[in-house]
């Protein structure tokens, strides 16, 4: 594939990453684990099967499969004719709506690589995504919830030295971007669209955005068939076909809402996408109700807001709801069992990446296994390793650092040789600095991250243990636990919590319960901190750095009003 721009002089398909050794990759492709088919051709035929049924709701729009295709195809041709081939790099910030299927469509055909941005994404990270792929194109929503982007993708494409095209899905164009509203037409005519290359299944399909809370966020190389294969399995351990309606209400450009299985892998098997402009209760429960909505995923900041809702008395009918896929943040036990009761489906518990592993639940699991594990591998082919901090294998049920390889799991980030000398081993293995035991019948129970532990005096305390106890405690609507620095012991447990409506929360009502529970004394809280809500991430995880940031600032006033003039 050509190079985009003067950034990238890597090919496309390799990326920088060190692909999988070919030995490998036959085996993969013998065994049936990749299908080596392009995902738009396995799209489009999964499309013709089942033409005349709804692909995806948008409010007032209805696409058919067929007509899904059609859009796709004009795009393709009307993206080609701006100048963009295969191997170009597009930057794409859309919140959910059908554009957005129709624009990824579209480049999968052309081979054109989207990069998976996120509505919350400001010029600072858009930038450094335009710049570090060599993004030709970048598309945006134009006024969204009072903030212009349109103004902030012209001030990025006036500092780039490779961006070219501003593509805004809005009104009030400036002079200069081009309109998606006109791209995203039908195709013209039964005429093939311009530029097509045939897509090789081990050239990279799309770019996502790694998970990590620190620093600028890595690109994920997926190759049309790591990707497919990722997809392929959560369909099918989720069971989905052509009677699916999966409702994306988390950002679509996250891995967990696009391809796990998802939006995706909803269209892969035949069935239909509801988009939802906000995951709001309020929002959300009418459109399971109205469109019958069988499975939605969320994450547990998410999921007690619904919890809530539902208990308010706000009654919808979403009896038609059966799976409520929970991912992306640790889900606290006494959290999942309210799902059963109180919302009417299963709850389906997963843990992933966007580099490629994606464990989940079954639904037809034991209560025990959907309540207090993540699951285990979707994919047979998938190989997972848990080892301690000296890289040594650990006891069977003791608590490990996740490693991961397989026909899912990428070799190497994009561009980022120092980050894949630690991510990555010499054997192919991704370190994913996730903390988890592996439990008899092959299910996990992620404990934390490595950088989430607090060590308290030498003792190894799980953050997502001390939140999943104070869980526990009456009145307690969500719970994160933080490192707070200390001279003596190093670091203490600092307990951010957020109260349930007119409940009082005190410290000593959480540790009074958990020494109910009998819970080991340095795992205690020894401050607790009340706030209306939590700090979020861009996809709704709690957002632990801003926690972070916030504990520092208010140690910092409490050092200086002790050491103020007239002060003891």
């Not at 807001?305 to 036990?333: K, N």
């Not at 307690?476 to 001279?487: E, R, T």
């Not at 349930?500 to 607790?528: C, F, H, W």
Request: hydrophobic share 40%; charged share 20%.
């Amino acid at each position: 594939m050509p190079p985009a721009g003067p950034a990238n002089s890597e090919p496309a398909h390799s990326a920088g990453t060190g692909d999988w050794p070919p030995e490998l990759a036959a085996h993969y492709l013998e065994t049936g684990l990749w299908t080596g088919r392009p995902l738009a051709e396995r799209l489009r035929s999964s499309a013709a099967a089942v033409p005349d049924r709804t692909a995806v709701v948008d409010g007032p729009v209805r696409l058919s499969h067929a007509q899904l295709w059609q859009y796709a195809d004009g795009t393709a041709t009307r993206l080609a004719r701006l100048g963009l081939r295969a191997g170009d790099r597009m930057v794409i910030q859309l919140p959910n709506c059908w554009e957005f299927l129709a624009l990824t469509l579209a480049c999968f055909r052309l081979g054109v690589l989207p990069v998976m941005a996120l509505p919350a994404h400001r010029r600072h990270e858009l930038g450094y995504l335009v710049e570090h792929a060599g993004a030709r194109a970048l598309v945006v929503p134009g006024l969204l919830k009072g903030f212009d982007h349109q103004a902030m993708a012209w001030e990025i494409a006036a500092r780039s030295a490779v961006l070219e095209q501003v593509l805004v899905a809005g009104d009030d164009l400036r002079p200069g971007s081009a309109s998606l509203r006109e791209i995203c037409r039908p195709v013209d005519g039964p005429a093939e669209p311009e530029h097509i290359e045939r897509q090789d299944a081990g050239d990279t399909a799309l770019f996502l955005l790694s998970g990590g809370t620190t620093g600028t966020p890595k690109l994920i190389p997926r190759t049309h068939n790591d990707y497919g294969c990722t997809v392929d399995h959560a369909v099918r351990a989720c069971g989905f076909d052509a009677d699916t309606v999966y409702l994306a209400t988390m950002p679509v450009g996250h891995n967990f809402t696009l391809g796990g299985p998802g939006v995706l892998g909803t269209l892969l098997a035949g069935g239909t996408v509801v988009f939802g402009s906000s995951p709001e209760p309020a929002t959300v429960f009418p459109l399971i109700e109205r469109e019958r909505v069988a499975v939605t995923a969320v994450v547990p900041a998410v999921l007690q807001r619904w919890l809530d809702h539902q208990r308010a008395g706000h009654r919808h009918d979403i009896s038609s709801l059966q799976v409520l896929q929970v991912g992306g943040a640790h889900l606290p036990e006494p959290m999942a069992e309210q799902v059963a009761p109180v919302l009417g489906c299963v709850v389906q518990q997963g843990y992933g990446m966007a580099e490629g592993l994606v464990c989940i639940t079954r639904p037809d699991d034991p209560a025990e296994v959907l309540y207090t594990t993540q699951g285990r591998p979707v994919c047979p082919g998938d190989e997972v390793r848990l080892v301690g901090t000296d890289g040594r294998p650990v006891p069977p049920g003791e608590p490990g650092i996740v490693h991961t390889r397989g026909p899912c799991t990428i070799r190497g980030y994009y561009r980022a040789p120092e980050h894949n000398a630690v991510a990555f081993d010499a054997e192919g293995w991704y370190v994913t600095g996730d903390v988890a035991r592996l439990r008899p019948d092959g299910n996990l129970v992620v404990e934390g991250r490595v950088k989430d532990m607090i060590n308290r005096g030498g003792e190894k305390v799980s953050a997502e243990e001390v939140e999943e106890l104070a869980h526990r405690v009456a009145g307690v609507s969500l719970a994160a636990a933080v490192a707070m620095p200390d001279p003596q012991l190093g670091e203490r447990i600092c307990l951010y919590a957020v109260p349930q409506a007119g409940v009082e929360l005190t410290l000593s009502e959480i540790v009074e319960t958990m020494n109910d529970l009998g819970v080991a004394a340095y795992k205690l809280p020894e401050r607790l901190i009340v706030l209306d809500a939590l700090p979020l991430t861009a996809v709704g995880k709690i957002d632990k750095r801003a926690l972070r940031a916030d504990l520092e600032q208010r140690l910092g006033r409490a050092v200086e009003e002790l050491t103020a003039p007239g002060r003891a």
